[in-house]
């Protein structure tokens, strides 16, 4: 049977962006969607994969914040799945920030955080209180500009309206902020102990992402029961409910324009060994492939786009290598309870980035490790992961060829970046080598290869102060019937990328606020 070629919505990727305004637009007003994803799996970074048949990996999620049932976070995750995806708190402490002169634990209450920071850093307490006040006035106010108008130029024509104590503008840098306000450089330190979470040092970091995500986890990291394809799994049913379909293995190569408005899409779908190109057509086309995708890539050369060439040279952000583990004995043996493990060989973290490709010599300077098998009460195995930043270059010259044929070179440096973060891994906890019997190590090539990142990116346009002056940013695009979604249309991160889709929704909706969505939403 021919399956149908006209749908009310086109949404290309299945990443939480795109999940999220599909399952908005299918409950609410009953359209019948189409989501189209390359890949032969749905959920971008919200994906699962296993290996040897037990052990089970998420490939974006770690943690996620503002879990619990009482948060709006939550709320509109449940609104999105129908609150079919459980969620797990992490036990407490929930991070541990490692560094040759501290480890910092931190615990899941704003209080416990603020309260032990001050006892560590006593002469510091004025300033220590002074942050707490800004991060939550700052996030209070960015998340009410982005995620309700979606109108991201708004942070630079408005921000004379907002105050904060510690800083003249919203518009500087996590460090400029943080050399302002402290002056001991152990407490500069852990302060952005996670920077990783947005993928920039406090040199190149937007104050206002890393005042987002520190409020973001004030009440502690959950995980999603199951795995994060659960999420995927639970919007599926309501898209195919309302008339639409879920396609994998489906490549939009193009927009379809007509009379300077987008139309449809061409696609390309693998069907074994053969490629069949179709089309598909539908008066709205949001886009989960990010901005620079879709402006450089999907929207024809022939439409005029005034800022295509600004997207094209914008900063690109940091890739990052993976190291999948599968451990014969519980992790817990060695004393982990599911805590993430923040580890740095310095407590400079520009030297920490800047040094990053030691990394393919084998000595990390610094390394995220989390265990998911501790954070998921389903796991059928234990397993653990070990992340680090690295450039993309020293990949690029492999990225044409297939990932089993790249060569004796190529395994080398895997093996050696392998071997290199489990000594690391070891030199902090002794017995860890021990623990893996099973071990796969991700690389930007792999982030690109199933992203389309620029140069595997893993945080899509980087969250630096420039970013949010760009109004190129954000949901609204300059061709009719043309919207993004996910984390461009917001900020970095499942919540980020969750509340991108909420905007496009709301955008495409035509209501003036978010507030509209969630009045309807209360009626289902």
Not at 151 to 173: D, V, W
Not at 376 to 389: L, M, N, Q, R, Y
Not at 491 to 511: D, E, W
């Amino acid at each position: 049977m021919e399956k149908q070629t006209h749908f009310d919505v086109i949404i290309i990727g299945s990443g939480m962006g795109a999940l999220t305004t599909a399952s908005i637009l299918a409950r609410l007003k009953n359209k019948k969607v189409l989501v189209l994803e390359k890949h032969f799996k749905l959920g971008g970074f919200t994906h699962t994969f296993k290996r040897e048949g037990k052990y089970l990996w998420d490939v974006g999620i770690h943690y996620v914040g503002d879990m619990a049932k009482e948060e709006m976070l939550r709320k509109l995750f449940d609104i999105v799945t129908e609150g079919n995806v459980d969620w797990k708190k992490m036990n407490d402490p929930f991070e541990r920030f490692v560094y040759p002169e501290i480890t910092f634990d931190q615990f899941s209450t704003e209080e416990k955080f603020r309260s032990d920071l001050i006892a560590k850093f006593p002469s510091e307490k004025v300033a220590i209180e002074n942050y707490f006040s800004d991060v939550k006035s700052f996030s209070n106010w960015a998340t009410r500009q982005f995620t309700l108008k979606a109108k991201p130029a708004l942070l630079n024509s408005e921000s004379s309206s907002f105050k904060l104590i510690g800083a003249k503008s919203p518009m500087i840098t996590t460090k400029e902020y943080m050399d302002t306000n402290f002056k001991d450089p152990i407490l500069k330190a852990v302060l952005v102990s996670q920077w990783g979470d947005y993928g920039l040092p406090p040199s190149d970091s937007a104050f206002y992402m890393h005042a987002g995500l520190v409020v973001h986890y004030f009440r502690g990291g959950y995980y999603p029961v199951g795995g994060s394809g659960t999420i995927a799994e639970s919007v599926k049913p309501i898209i195919e409910r309302n008339g639409g379909e879920m396609h994998i293995f489906s490549e939009v190569t193009e927009i379809i324009m007509q009379d300077k408005k987008a139309i449809g899409v061409k696609v390309k779908q693998t069907k074994g060994k053969s490629i069949l190109e179709k089309e598909f057509f539908a008066p709205t086309i949001v886009s989960d492939a990010g901005v620079y995708n879709t402006y450089t890539k999907l929207i024809p050369k022939s439409v005029d786009i005034p800022f295509r060439q600004d997207i094209s040279n914008f900063v690109t952000g940091a890739s990052s290598v993976t190291l999948y583990l599968g451990f014969k004995e519980n992790p817990a043996k060695l004393g982990f309870k599911g805590e993430n493990y923040w580890i740095y060989d310095s407590i400079d973290h520009e030297r920490n980035f800047r040094e990053k490709d030691n990394l393919l010599l084998g000595k990390p300077t610094a390394c995220y490790a989390s265990f998911p098998s501790l954070k998921d009460p389903k796991a059928e195995s234990f397993t653990g992961e070990v992340i680090s930043f690295v450039s993309y270059e020293p990949f690029a010259k492999w990225k044409n060829g297939e990932w089993k044929n790249r060569g004796v070179e190529y395994k080398e440096l895997k093996d050696r970046i392998t071997e290199g973060m489990l000594n690391f891994m070891e030199r902090h906890f002794p017995g860890y080598k021990d623990l893996v019997s099973f071990k796969e190590l991700s690389t930007p090539l792999t982030n690109e290869y199933f992203t389309d990142h620029k140069a595997g990116t893993i945080y899509g346009i980087p969250c630096t102060p420039e970013r949010y002056t760009k109004d190129w940013m954000g949901v609204k695009t300059p061709i009719e019937n043309v919207f993004i979604t996910g984390a461009d249309a917001c900020s970095p991160g499942v919540s980020g990328a969750l509340m991108g889709g909420f905007a496009a929704a709301t955008v495409i909706l035509g209501y003036n606020s978010m507030m509209g969505v969630m009045k309807d939403s209360a009626k289902l």
